[in-house]
């Protein structure tokens, strides 16, 4: 069983920047698949930004490419968000999530086998 537990969610104004931070226990972090998803009020949850076992990185939405960066460190068992230029519609609770499986779509957020508790984050205007 992996236990994932975010954190560096708050309260920021728009422009600001927040870094999120996902610590896992259990399981071998290595080898997962880890990923980043949000969900805002009333919405699907989406996936942000996805990063292999070997530091390849995907971005979900368009709007979050050039602002948002996935990083891992293996020998911390985490995995980062660092989210810069940060905007209103970002406003959401972001998921850390782990994913056993090395194949098939990384963005489809049934494929997760793990989920943290979440962060809020809002971004005010």
């Known amino acids: 069983q992996v236990h994932l537990v975010e954190s560096g969610g708050g309260l920021v104004q728009a422009g600001a920047f927040l870094r999120l931070s996902c610590v896992a226990s259990?399981?071998?972090?290595?080898?997962?698949?880890m990923g980043w998803f949000r969900q805002a009020p009333g919405k699907e949850r989406e996936i942000v930004a996805a990063?292999?076992?070997?530091?390849?990185?995907?971005y979900g939405a368009d709007s979050v490419k050039g602002r948002f960066t996935i990083s891992r460190d293996n020998a911390e068992n985490t995995v980062y968000l660092q989210m810069n230029s940060l905007k209103p519609e970002d406003t959401a609770v972001y998921y850390c999530?782990?994913?056993?499986?090395?194949?098939?779509?990384?963005?489809?957020?049934?494929?997760?086998?793990?989920w943290g508790q979440g962060t809020q984050v809002t971004v005010s205007s």
């Open positions: 999530a782990a994913r056993q499986s090395r194949t098939g779509n990384v963005g489809e957020v049934y494929s997760y086998n793990y």
């Open positions: 259990g399981g071998t972090f290595s080898s997962y698949v």
């Open positions: 990063i292999l076992w070997n530091g390849e990185s995907t």
